[in-house]
Structure formats: structure tokens, C-alpha cells
């Protein structure tokens, strides 16, 4: 399975659907036909032209997914997607793990527009970064999972997540932790385990004070850094693996 780009799908617009005639996608080889297929945008779900032809794939997730006649895997990665944000209307927990998305789509934004989500868990995908307005569509979160994924920073619109007590970013490639985590005013509870963590800024405010484990195991902290975390007074449980001699 392919990962899902913004559209969900990740079919590029213009591409050929693998034998099916060139000219029902993207650029219609000369075909002025308005329903050939043509690629609807997230971000106007309500147009009714364009829908794919696929019967497997209802016309109301084809209006929001923006979908174009597509092989029947990516046609199931969209209903999983989306079946998922209908989930969440029910329930505030927003589960979107093991999708294969590079980014969030725009679709899910608008899904999720009327519901406050509780959770969100995004683990298991190949997220590269989040984009700033994911804090504003899902600002009243209190747990987020991220991770599993491919990310090396966080945006600074994060420290706008007043409700967030816990966070999971493990698993992931940062090299150093974010200062935007000292700055989410409720977190309780930070896993950075398993990432290229070299250094953190041991002088940084921490805003929470709510905050009682951060946990930095299986990190490549340098001596020296370990050395300050180890002499380093916190009211909180500071989780870091023993120094080992091949030591960063």
C-alpha cells in the first residue's frame, strides 16, 4: 500500500489509473466531457461533478476525499480513513493510526470541523511534520500519539494546545527535544523514548506544572548532557538509560 498524500488518495493529478483509458484522468486527452473524472479539491466537498466511477466507493466519501477513478486499494484506504473520522463524531477519539498518510489531510480537517476530539492518535504512518493548523482545528485534545512516524520537529503553534496532558513522540527522529513541549501549560506526561536525541536545553522554563514524567530513554545523549539531566533537581520523573561506554 501506498502512503496517502493530502488528498488521502496520493494520486497525483494527471496520472494514468494503470490501463483503465488515459483519458479519464487529470488531463482528459482532448475529451471535453465535464464528468470525466476531474480531480474535486478537499477543501469543496459539496461539488457534485467529477465523482469516481468506482461503485465501490460511496459518492458522498468520493465528494470529500476528492477521489478520481483510482485502484480498489486506494479506494479502501480512503473509506478506511474516513470511516474512521465518522467514528470519531460518535466517540471524540480520533484514531488514525496505521493509515500510511505523509500529512494529514485536508478532508479529515473538515470531517472533524463540528467535533471536539478527546484523543488523537496518529502512530504508525510516515508523518515527515504536522502542520501548525492541526492545533487550531484540534485544540481541545488531551492526548496525542505521534508516535512511530518520521518527524524531527514540532511546530511552535503546539504550545497553543492549553488542554494537552499527554503526549507520546516516541519512535520518531528527533535529534533534539522540542522546546514547544515545555510550554503545553497542562502536560503531565512526555515519551520521547527511541529517537536521536543528542542535547536538550536544560534551562528552558517548563510551563506545566502538572508535569510528572518525561521519559528520554534509548537516546543517544552526549556525556554532557547526561551528566546535567543527572544533576539536574526536577519535580517531575526524568526517565534517561544508563551511560553505556560506546556513549555519543
Not at 488515459?22 to 461539488?47: K, L, M, Q, V
Not at 487550531?136 to 512516524?149: E, G, P, R, V
Not at 528527533?174 to 536521536?196: E, G, M, R, Y
Request: charged share 20%; hydrophobic share 30%; aromatic share 4%.
Amino acid at each position: 500500500m501506498r502512503p496517502f498524500g493530502n488528498d488521502i488518495t496520493n494520486i497525483p493529478n494527471g496520472g494514468s489509473n494503470g490501463g483503465n483509458n488515459g483519458g479519464n484522468n487529470g488531463g482528459n486527452n482532448g475529451n471535453n466531457d465535464p464528468n470525466d473524472g476531474t480531480n474535486i479539491s478537499s477543501e469543496d466537498p459539496s461539488e457534485e461533478s467529477g465523482l469516481s466511477d468506482d461503485p465501490s466507493i460511496p459518492p458522498h466519501i468520493a465528494r470529500i476525499g476528492g477521489i478520481v477513478t483510482c485502484p480498489p486499494i486506494a479506494g479502501q484506504g480512503v473509506i478506511r480513513v474516513v470511516q474512521r473520522c465518522e467514528d470519531a463524531k460518535e466517540n471524540h477519539k480520533l484514531d488514525l493510526s496505521s493509515c500510511e498518510l505523509m500529512q494529514i489531510p485536508d478532508a479529515v480537517y473538515h470531517l472533524m470541523r463540528n467535533t471536539e476530539l478527546v484523543t488523537c492518535n496518529l502512530s504508525g504512518n510516515v508523518l515527515k511534520s504536522v502542520s501548525p493548523k492541526f492545533s487550531q482545528k484540534f485544540s481541545t485534545i488531551t492526548d496525542l500519539n505521534l508516535s512511530h512516524n518520521k518527524l524531527s520537529r514540532l511546530p511552535e503553534e503546539f504550545a497553543s494546545l492549553s488542554a494537552l496532558t499527554k503526549l507520546n513522540i516516541s519512535n520518531n527522529s528527533f535529534i533534539v527535544l522540542p522546546q514547544v513541549v515545555f510550554k503545553l501549560q497542562s502536560l503531565a506526561s512526555l515519551d520521547a523514548q527511541n529517537n536521536a536525541i543528542l542535547e536538550i536545553d536544560t534551562e528552558e522554563a517548563i510551563t506545566s506544572d502538572n508535569l510528572a514524567l518525561v521519559d528520554l530513554r534509548n537516546n543517544p545523549l552526549s556525556r554532557n548532557c547526561r551528566r546535567k539531566l543527572q544533576n539536574f533537581k526536577t519535580p517531575f520523573l526524568l526517565e534517561i538509560s544508563k551511560e553505556v561506554d560506546d556513549d555519543w
